[in-house]
């Protein structure tokens, strides 16, 4: 852009110098890049856009929509992780699969939070037979030691060795039959 009597006026090819041409080169590779990363679907969307920019910022509001859509995608996923908890009989690896979709949702959202409060969380999202497991994790190791990855190793060593060898004695109790 060039100004003459005080407007801007794109510059013609002819008065581009060294730093204009290297910006339309740059553009055109940002272009080229973002072509070949893009589905069909989304090409169609950007194919009319006649800067890499253009085509950042359709792409930007298609997937994370305007500041508004965003902010209400975080106060769902906000309620979610506070609603948050263990399902009855359900194993650990797929209450930490639920819980992780939920944290990495808001994560790419830019909200984030600690280890120390993933680990809060959990802990508090656990079914009543996990009580004693919790408890014992929070005195012995404590809420600040412990990773989100560190306490779902421990919650699945006591899954595997203690709380799953005992429920299922009790089923093979239930089954048996008496025979007369």
Not at 20 to 42: F, H, L, T
Not at 75 to 95: C, P, S
Not at 103 to 129: C, G, M, Q
């Amino acid at each position: 852009m060039k100004k003459v009597e005080e407007i801007n006026v794109p510059k013609t090819e002819d008065e581009y110098d060294a730093q204009d041409i290297k910006k339309v080169e740059n553009n055109a590779k940002a272009i080229n890049i973002i072509y070949c990363a893009v589905n069909p679907d989304d090409y169609r969307k950007i194919s009319c856009c006649t800067t890499a920019k253009e085509m950042w910022d359709k792409l930007e509001i298609t997937y994370e929509g305007t500041d508004q859509v965003r902010e209400a995608k975080i106060d769902f996923l906000t309620h979610e992780y506070e609603l948050f908890h263990m399902k009855e009989n359900e194993k650990i690896d797929e209450m930490f699969e639920r819980f992780s979709k939920i944290v990495n949702d808001l994560h790419a959202l830019k909200k984030t939070y600690t280890d120390k409060e993933l680990v809060r969380k959990i802990l508090r999202s656990l079914t009543p037979e996990w009580r004693s497991k919790a408890d014992a994790i929070q005195e012995s190791i404590g809420i600040t030691n412990v990773t989100i990855d560190g306490l779902r190793d421990n919650l699945k060593t006591y899954e595997s060795t203690i709380l799953f060898p005992s429920l299922g004695e009790q089923k093979k109790k239930g089954i048996a039959l008496k025979a007369t």
